[in-house]
């Protein structure tokens, strides 16, 4: 990862494959493969005989062989980590882990093992030629092993070279697939199954390397850094980085480690300007000072090339750098042809700064869109010295059309930052086209002036009949919003209080700008108004900068209106209702009163449903499911005794699924109870009826029953008792079998090794037909037990106390012709 980042942190990293086109030479084209059924993990490479992992500094791949090398050790696999820049002066000392002495014995062991080298870049710091050497002396070395040896080569993008280095590896780290076959068939096909599909052609290719890119943080690996690295409140922190549209800057280890240490420095984010210009100073830095010392540039070159890189790359509509490396017929933008008095070395270092990505393989592309964007306004302000180069470079963004002035399209998302840095600019925007402010750039660092003309002016366009969308853009809103413009926004609330879409723009601008001082009129929209969009963002309003008192007086309101409520104003609700029983009782009153959902549309209901259950304190579980089963028990029914579970309501079996889910798995005593008991026995109809489809969690709640003895048990005998009601309801036979129990499905189950608990219900249930009940699951269970002697005696045993049982235990032993094939199995 980085030097910076102390301890490890396993954040169960997936890759994408790197594919070779059909272009030939080094300068091959290559493809990002999409649409793979399941990420690929380290658990898929380790399977591979060979993996090239290219990913640019800051990825954290250096951590993550080594991580995963002490982790196969530790499962006492051989397994090797060594430094490639080390192997030509002295093989003994570039190991890491592992050791010469422990190498020998792996290769004379004839066993599988795995050789994690790294890196490629670094190998190449003191001399070009090193990494051939290396890879020769390493093939040498290993060569009796090379068949059983998996490897992995680490590097930089733009030290790879596509073709030769891949021919090196291929000569003399050989692995022969056909000789794989014949020698282990069976392990062959077990990898063919788990490893993603590639063509004939790419393996012919790339022979037996898989060359792959560390896929960017997301999701929960953010989450997991995050908290790790000391951040206490994450809603908080993901709110912040949201605002402040800072997600591009939690996208590698080293970028998220610097965003977090600036959280938990000032608990804020800075300004999107901020982040931006703090970023590309950091990104351009060679962070590695032994190659900062082998390949010296100044800082003022680097960001000077890096300017005119970003510039070149937006005027010639080309995301792509080539780095330079041979094949002229590669597509991408030749370097060397737009910094043309710098020298291969000076290009390398800076294709290799973090501030650029693997693109297809033998290019590099910035690391995101704004930053090309911002660098190119940077470079574009830097030549506004005089009104000719003014006159020249406006030329490239305004145009005049049957007269009328437009904006050059394509030149379009460099204006926002443009506008930033030079006020001239700026006010022939706000002039031809304000709108555009929204889209890009840090509207928050124009002055207050031009931001509350441009608010009005705004204002004034969606007004009309047929104004423009631009402004409607979800992240333009958050851009523009800040607690300086609260007046303007009250005023122009009041004035435009009947236009939904000014309201729900204006509202917006409240929620992503946390403007506290209009947390008032938020809350009026939040009760009163019956616009769809309106209403959402005044309760994210409300929720955002109002008082705990404002969010429950809006809730109490919200359900008073009822029925048929609102499940887009009801989801909403959900993000901060508290985790208290008054809460709950109003979330089961709410759900009672929501809308019916439309079958063919996504349910707007169903994951802020989900996230609160899952933060959930446990003990608040056993009152949501009380007032769950009450809901999903409420006539009418969709099917007597068959599945007796709500029509209207039935819906709600998934999320009583999840709550019992958790209840399980924190072996919860609530669970024991009768709520939870009926949810268990319920479901399984539910979902076997193919009424509620929650496959996922269908899947797991047997397994989790069945791996808890005393729900199994409790589950069975309430599954019982509901039978056993029915028939009663219904004057229809007596239950005194236990295969007539949950005909219909079930989570219980039951194997010899229940045979006692079983039996002893024979002689204790209070019931006699419960006696009954266990004494043909008992029996069933001394079948499956392979009939052992022990096991009969005690059943004779018991049934000798009782006519009933006798008589029933004597017919199971001794059943009439026809049914004697069946007792017998």
């Given amino acids: ?104 014995a792996w290769i004379a062991s004839g066993e599988p093992g795995w050789l994690f080298l790294d890196s490629v870049d670094e190998a190449r710091l003191r001399d070009p030629k090193d990494f051939e050497r290396a890879i020769r002396k390493i093939g040498k070395k290993i060569e ?11 590097g930089r993008t733009e030290a790879w070279r596509p073709t030769t280095d891949l021919l090196l590896c291929r000569n003399n780290l050989r692995w022969d697939a056909s000789a794989a076959a014949r020698g282990d068939e069976a392990e062959s096909q077990s990898e063919i199954a788990i490893a993603p599909k590639r063509t004939i052609k790419e393996v012919d290719k790339k022979g037996p390397f ?26 908080a922190f993901k709110k912040a980085v949201d605002r402040a549209e800072a997600w591009s800057f939690t996208t590698r280890p080293l970028d998220l480690a610097e965003t977090v240490e600036f959280w938990n420095d000032h608990l804020r984010i800075g300004s999107r300007f901020d982040l931006m210009t703090s970023s590309i100073a950091k990104r351009l830095q060679e962070r590695d000072q032994d190659r900062a010392d082998a390949r010296p540039i100044s800082t003022d070159r680097i960001r000077e090339g890096a300017r005119l890189v970003a510039a070149a790359a937006t005027l010639c509509q080309e995301s792509a750098i080539r780095i330079p490396d041979g094949n002229q017929k590669a597509k991408g933008l030749p370097i060397k042809e737009v910094l043309t008095d710098w020298n291969d070395q000076d290009c390398t270092a800076l294709l290799s700064r973090p501030i650029f990505d ?53 030149m379009r998302p460099i204006l926002p930052w443009l506008a930033v840095l030079d006020r001239r600019t700026l006010d022939k925007v706000v002039d031809l086209a304000p709108e555009i402010l929204f889209e890009g750039g840090d ?5 207050l002036e031009t931001r509350r003309r441009i608010l009005r002016q705004t204002c004034e366009q969606l007004a009309q009949p047929a104004h423009g969308r631009s402004v409607m853009d979800y992240e333009a809103v958050q851009r523009f919003a800040n607690s300086d413009l609260a007046d303007d926004i009250r005023t122009l609330l009041d004035q435009y209080f009947g236009d939904d879409d000014i309201t729900w723009f204006l509202l917006r601008m409240v929620f992503q700008g946390g403007i506290e001082a209009l947390a008032d009129r938020a809350k009026h929209f939040a009760l009163t108004s019956r616009a769809k969009y309106t209403r959402i963002a005044a309760i994210r309003a409300v929720l955002t900068v109002g008082t705990p008192a404002d969010a429950a007086e809006v809730r109490d309101s919200f359900v008073a209106e009822g029925p048929s409520l609102s499940r887009e104003w009801l989801g909403e609700l959900l993000a901060e209702l508290p985790h208290t029983l008054e809460a709950i009782t109003w979330l089961i009153e709410a759900l009672e009163c ?16 989900s996230h609160y259950v899952n933060e ?123 295969w007539h129990v949950s005909i219909f499905g079930s989570y219980w189950g039951f194997d010899q090794t229940s045979f006692d608990i079983i039996a002893y219900d024979v002689a204790n249930r209070t019931l006699p037909d419960d006696r009954l009940v266990a004494l043909t699951l008992a029996f069933r269970l001394f079948v499956v037990g392979g009939r052992p002697r022990k096991w009969r005696e005690r059943l004779k045993r018991l049934a000798a106390k009782e006519d009933a049982l006798r008589s029933k235990l004597e017919t199971l032993l001794h059943p009439p012709a026809g049914e004697l094939a069946k007792y017998r199995k």
């Avoid at 009796?144 to 680490?154: K, S």
């Avoid at 929960?220 to 908290?227: E, H, K, L, P, R």
């Avoid at 830097?382 to 002035?405: M, P, T």
């Fill in 594 to 609: 929501s809308a019916l959902q439309d079958p063919h549309q996504v349910d707007p209901l169903k994951d802020p449903l």
């Fill in 144 to 154: 009796r092993i090379l068949q059983h040896a998996h490897i992995v080569i680490t």
């Fill in 210 to 235: 898989r060359i792959v890119t560390l896929e960017d943080l997301h999701g929960s690996q953010v989450d997991t850094f995050a908290q790790a690295k000391g951040v206490t409140d994450l809603k």
């Fill in 358 to 410: 693997p693109g297809i393989y033998g290019t590099v592309r910035f690391h995101h869109r704004s930053v090309r964007e911002y660098l190119t306004a940077e470079w574009l302000h830097s030549l506004l010295v005089d009104e000719g180069s003014r006159a020249k470079i406006e030329g490239l963004f305004f145009r005049k059309q049957y007269g009328i002035e437009v904006i050059v399209p394509t």
């Fill in 616 to 738: 959930l304190p446990l003990a608040l579980l056993g009152p949501l499911m009380e007032g769950l089963v009450v809901l999903l028990r409420r006539e009418p029914i969709v099917e007597r005794r068959h599945c007796e579970i709500s029509q209207k309501y039935g819906w709600l079996a998934s999320t009583a699924a999840r709550v019992a889910m958790r209840q399980i798995e924190a072996r919860d005593p609530a669970a024991l109870l009768s709520p939870t008991l009926t949810a268990l026995w319920l479901l399984p109809i539910a979902s076997g009826y193919g009424r509620h489809d929650f496959e996922e969690i269908r899947k797991e709640l047997p397994i989790l029953v069945k791996g808890w003895p005393d729900l199994n048990y409790a589950v069975f005998w309430q599954s019982v008792a509901q039978e056993r009601a029915w028939r009663e309801r219904e004057k229809d036979e007596r239950l005194v079998d236990y």
């Fill in 443 to 447: 509207p928050s660092k124009l002055p």
């Fill in 1 to 104: 990862m980085s030097r910076e980042l102390d301890n490890f942190i396993d954040l169960d990293r997936t890759f994408r494959d790197l594919s070779i086109s059909d272009d030939e030479g080094d300068e091959a084209k290559m493809v990002r493969l999409w649409g793979l059924e399941t990420p690929t993990r380290w658990v898929d490479l380790l399977t591979e005989p060979r993996v090239i992992l290219l990913a640019e500094a800051g990825s954290g791949k250096t951590e993550e062989i080594r991580h995963v090398c002490r982790r196969q050790r530790r499962r006492g696999k051989p397994a090797f980590f060594l430094r490639i820049e080390h192997v030509v002066e002295d093989f003994e000392t570039s190991f890491e882990e592992g050791s010469i002495e422990e190498l020998e």
